[in-house]
């Protein structure tokens, strides 16, 4: 009896083994800490054809609709992984809606820094920038100075008067613009910068009926003209950016009614200039909104408008949306699934 007993232990042990007994593996779940390069499944958060964005004595400003951040529990690599290669002073984000993801993200990016808006409802708006650089000693860092959430104060429903300022959180959508002030330097020069992040409501037409306040396109246009009277009233003088997701859904032109107190230089003077604006008269297979999933045809919805203090600096700049499709090597659908429906749009300049 002691024998079979002895033999039956000895074929246990031997099958737990074989088996790998109760040590750890990686699971399904498991992910990597989105240093860039392994993950669930085997797979890899490194992108060899992203384009490093940063130059010395240059700013790098990236604004980007990140769609409902995070998609997956992946998302957060793949985003960190495109944000260290790229590798830009400043990221402004649309639609976080997990803000310990991101935190934790920004958190394992040892030169960045993150704040995040207080007063949307859901979708938040974000600020990361780079507080540190290693490898280049004459590229920039930013401090960040404060933050403003614009018309958080004001009443975020449809009031039928004709005074936007009244209701305007609800012209934005119950995401009023998130402003900060910044401040970039190399060492040899410094430049402060106001970036005024939004996020305009969707849907809708590009029908401006001014006597139907709770149109979509109405609603978009008061957006505008209360950001156009705040810049010329508030911020003449300095370096402004307004960048986002401005959803002027319809006729992809600079004088659509969602963007056209900002745009046309009949109603704001001279005083802004849309710096992607080029971008309308390309294919529209470079808009920054492709609806890769949808039955709706692709529009050019993020962009950077500057401000006329800004206009100093064109000839040492460059603008546009960031081609997903070739600086991830994904297909469409997969970077409509892991990251966003939306491309990037960025500015960058020498001051």
């Not at 033999?7 to 031997?14: M, N, P, S």
């Not at 081609?323 to 990251?339: C, H, Q, V």
Request: hydrophobic residues 30%; charged residues 15%.
């Amino acid at each position: 009896m002691f024998q079979i007993t002895n033999k039956l232990l000895l074929i246990i042990v031997f099958l737990m083994n074989c088996s790998g007994g109760g040590s750890s593996s990686t699971g399904p779940d498991d992910e990597s800490n989105g240093s860039g390069t392994g993950g669930s499944g085997g797979e890899s958060y490194t992108f060899a054809n992203a384009t490093n964005f940063d130059q010395e004595n240059q700013i790098e400003v990236i604004s980007w609709n990140i769609q409902t951040f995070p998609q997956l529990s992946t998302t957060p690599n793949y985003v960190k992984s495109l944000l260290e290669t790229w590798n830009a002073d400043i990221y402004l984000f649309q639609e976080i809606i997990d803000k310990n993801t991101l935190i934790n993200m920004v958190n394992l990016m040892p030169e960045y820094s993150y704040v995040i808006s207080g007063e949307t409802s859901n979708m938040h708006f974000a600020l990361v920038y780079k507080n540190a650089n290693s490898d280049c000693s004459a590229c920039g860092i930013v401090t960040f100075n404060y933050s403003n959430e614009l018309w958080s104060d004001t009443a975020n429903y449809n009031d039928n008067d004709d005074d936007p300022n009244n209701n305007a959180k609800y012209q934005f959508a119950s995401r009023p613009p998130m402003e900060n002030f910044v401040t970039w330097t190399n060492g040899t020069k410094s430049v402060n910068l106001y970036l005024i992040d939004i996020h305009y409501k969707c849907c809708g037409d590009n029908t401006l009926d001014i006597s139907n306040k709770s149109s979509e396109t109405t609603r978009r246009h008061y957006a505008s003209t209360l950001l156009r009277d705040y810049v010329i009233n508030q911020r003449a003088s300095d370096y402004v950016m307004i960048v986002g997701d401005f959803n002027n859904i319809g006729e992809q032109s600079i004088s659509n009614p969602s963007i056209a107190p900002l745009t046309d230089p009949d109603l704001n003077s001279n005083y802004f200039k849309m710096a992607d604006e080029h971008v309308f008269y390309q294919s529209n297979s470079t808009w920054s909104w492709q609806g890769w999933r949808s039955s709706y045809a692709p529009s050019h919805l993020d962009h950077v408008i500057i401000s006329q203090p800004l206009f100093q600096f064109e000839s040492v700049s460059d603008s546009g949306i960031i081609d997903m499709l070739t600086e991830t090597g994904m297909s469409a659908y997969d970077i409509d699934d892991k990251l966003s429906d939306h491309k990037p749009s960025y500015f960058r300049f020498y001051p």
